[in-house]
């Protein structure tokens, strides 16, 4: 078995991953948010391997960093100490200081580590390879990973999320138009469920009752009753719905819809949609959420350019250049990413 060191890593229940157009903005107006000088917004710019440091106060790039090749996404590690950037072509992870962007140390032979993610209790990673066409399962003692199981998982699986009893780990199969479930603990798939064409990002509501999934070759959210391996129903957004954040209002959650070029709101309490955000530049992708749960910043995959929208009005405000096919976003000063679950 491969083994890995890491840093000693307990999960902001934040991730990354994990995920940032225009119109003036007002420095003054964002000083309420209580941004920390130091902090950086931090930007894969996932065509040019390297990332983008942001100031979040006066939202101006202020440096760059050489990353491996493709940078697609990021997380946190558990002990919020470190932020992790798969570089899905150079095989590796890179380390970096989560609030100044500033590279720790570099992990090589982690193979085509596309998407990443650890279980909610810290014993698993696990990577995606979207162009190898497997998950690979890596168990995790605070300190080191050390890869378990390499799973053949056609075709191109891309996004990951977890059940919150620590054994399943949820996977989309954006070529084959599945989800997949693996059980972590003996590392073999319990099954598949055909859902649509393109699926992608996914997103588990409280209580880990639906897996919502974004449609990326459709206009929809596919709900998905897990338990019962049922496709429940599917929710109009916009053409190629891809990702979600979480708004933390313990209600709505956003989806990106990177063909459409909008941003929808969904109420995962109803199963519906609740609004839309239109006026975006093309592709948005991942999104973070600013800690005063104001702001929503969002990669624009299509047009090197990151954008802040203000939620109470619903609209972009500013827009800000960065590198070439910007995707993975974190900033430290954010709000949760996973909603809470319920008593």
Not at 64 to 91: C, F, R, W, Y
Not at 170 to 190: K, N, R, S, Y
Not at 222 to 249: E, P, Y
Request: charged share 20%; hydrophobic share 40%.
């Amino acid at each position: 078995m491969s083994h890995f060191p890491i840093f000693s890593l307990t999960r902001k229940r934040a991730a990354a991953a994990l995920l940032a157009g225009g119109l003036a903005c007002s420095a003054l107006a964002h000083a309420d948010a209580n941004v920390n000088p130091n902090d950086k917004v931090i930007v894969l710019d996932s065509g040019e391997a390297q990332l983008s440091l942001i100031d979040e106060a006066s939202r101006t790039v202020v440096g760059t960093e050489p990353t491996g090749k493709e940078p697609h996404h990021l997380m946190i590690t558990p002990d919020g100490q470190s932020l992790i950037v798969a570089d899905s072509v150079s095989n590796d992870l890179l380390f970096l200081d989560p609030h100044s962007g500033k590279v720790q140390r570099r992990v090589e032979g982690i193979e085509d580590p596309y998407q990443l993610g650890f279980s909610p209790d810290h014993k698993w990673f696990v990577t995606a390879g979207l162009r190898l066409d497997r998950v690979d399962i890596y168990s995790y003692n605070g300190h080191d990973v050390t890869l378990v199981k390499r799973i053949p998982l056609a075709k191109t699986p891309s996004h990951i999320t977890f059940a919150s009893d620590n054994k399943t780990a949820f996977v989309t199969l954006q070529d084959t138009g599945e989800v997949a479930a693996i059980d972590l603990p003996t590392q073999t798939v319990l099954w598949k469920l055909h859902i649509g064409n393109t699926p992608a990002g996914l997103w588990m509501t409280p209580g880990d009752k639906y897996l919502l999934v974004g449609m990326t070759g459709e206009d929809d959210v596919a709900v998905v009753d897990w338990h019962n391996r049922t496709l429940v129903k599917k929710i109009q957004t916009g053409r190629g719905a891809h990702n979600f954040r979480n708004l933390d209002d313990g209600k709505h959650i956003a989806v990106s819809n990177r063909v459409e070029s909008t941003i929808s709101i969904l109420d995962y309490t109803t199963l519906t949609k609740f609004a839309d955000i239109t006026g975006l530049r093309p592709g948005p992708d991942d999104m973070e959420l600013s800690a005063d749960k104001r702001y929503l910043w969002v990669t624009f995959r299509f047009a090197k350019h990151v954008g802040i929208i203000d939620l109470t009005t619903r609209k972009l405000i500013d827009t800000i250049a960065v590198g070439r096919s910007p995707h993975g976003i974190y900033f430290a000063n954010s709000a949760p990413f996973y909603a809470p679950n319920p008593d």
